[in-house]
């Protein structure tokens, strides 16, 4: 076998890990824990290592048009990301330094983060991130390739949302393999979290309507009555693939509101509607089945919104941050970002540093701030959390550019 075979199986065998791990991930809580994370990364960059050692030997890993579209992106990321390492060494200058460092008899040298081994540990979970990011953008290039993943992850995002909802019906006693203990009334698969399984929910579903619309944009629409366009939506929607995606939106769909969750709820809804403006300003689709795609939105939000009287709908209709205390924790979080606006306090430190500023007005337990936004100023620093946002903002205006001028495979 020529070296040049052997690189090829080399990048497809990293790509059918990669999907391993999409598979898996979710089943560990989510692996939000501290045992499950290092393994994933861990799996995570050895795949990266492998397939970009395989395309180099092709000769193919810097004229790869995907990648070179992430370079700006990439950059403002890991400059971000570099700053928080910075975080964790003993020789930038005393006044970098947090000064709780200088408070402690018989320290030598201070860091800028309280914690440097809590933000060593959010240094790695970022570039895993990073990783998973490059690595899905440059092995799923292909057009078949992106097809597959996408029915892959939408296929798996709704037996997980199935699995949640049998166990809801049984009771919602257990997640994963073990008895639950939290969001006692809410539904969350195999995720402790009901934002976090929202949030996996609603990406799901994404996908599996993603890849409908692409099925449906395939198809030859004849012309007609609506009696007969209705027949042949039917037909088309009873055959196999795009009735096992249906049937998985569904299910997906109602996870997501026996999660509970505002925010997942919100979100997916949100993205739901920007979805369907573009499927409906540039899709090839026939104007028929435009309008029915309008009409079953409406019904999607018209249910949750008749949901009202529910948990769901006073979660959703009747919140009161006040009594939730989100409210002087965000005051709290913004008073530590305006004591230290450039250096931040250590990525992932937010527990610890936000400890020093709670005071009566906060009774409840809080290791995270509700907000990302104020979390990463708080931790990063506000230049550096810009850079972050920025790098996303790059990829939105990609995005944004692809949509107004990709003609092959047009959907969206």
Known sequence: MSVTAVARQVSLSAYYVLII????????????RDWAWPFLTAVTAACAV???????????????????RLYLASALYLLAIGWAYLQTVTWLPTGWQHPLWQMQAGTTGGTVSID????????????????????????????QRARQTLLILAVVGGLYALYGLLIFAGGNHSVAWIEKWAYPNDLTATFINRN??????????????????????????????????????????????????????????????????RAGIAATFAALLVMLFFSLRQARLPQWLRWGCVILFIAL?????????????LRVL????????????????LQAIADAPYTGYGLGTFDPAFAMYRD???TGYFDRAHSDYLELMMDLGIPAALSLWTAIAVLFAYIMQGVRERQRLKQF
Not at 50 to 68: D, G, K, Y
Not at 301 to 313: D, H, K, M, R, Y
Not at 318 to 333: M, S
Request: charged share 10%; glycine share 8%; net charge positive.
């Open 21 to 32: 791990l999409a598979i898996l991930s979710p089943l560990p809580f989510g692996s939000a």
């Open 50 to 68: 492998f397939w970009f050692a395989a395309h180099t030997v092709r000769n193919r890993a810097i004229s790869h048009p995907p990648l070179s």
């Open 116 to 143: 440097p081994d809590l933000t060593t540990a959010g240094v790695l979970r970022f570039l895993g991130y990073f990783l998973i990011f490059v690595l899905t953008a440059a092995s799923t290039a292909n057009s």
């Open 196 to 261: 976090s399984f929202a949030t996996y929910a609603g990406l799901s579903l994404l996908l599996s309507l993603s890849g409908l619309f692409d099925i449906l944009r395939q198809q030859t629409w004849g012309r007609g009555g609506w009696q007969r366009r209705i027949e042949q939506g039917l037909t088309v929607c009873l055959q196999a693939k795009p009735l096992m995606l249906l049937v998985l939106s569904v299910a997906i769909t109602v996870a997501l509101l026996l999660s509970n969750s």
């Open 301 to 313: 939000a018209s249910g949750l919104i008749a949901n009202s009287t529910s948990q769901v709908g």
């Open 318 to 333: 009747q919140t009161n941050l006040d009594t939730e205390e989100r409210l002087p924790v965000y005051h709290l979080t």
């Open 360 to 362: 009566h007005t906060v």
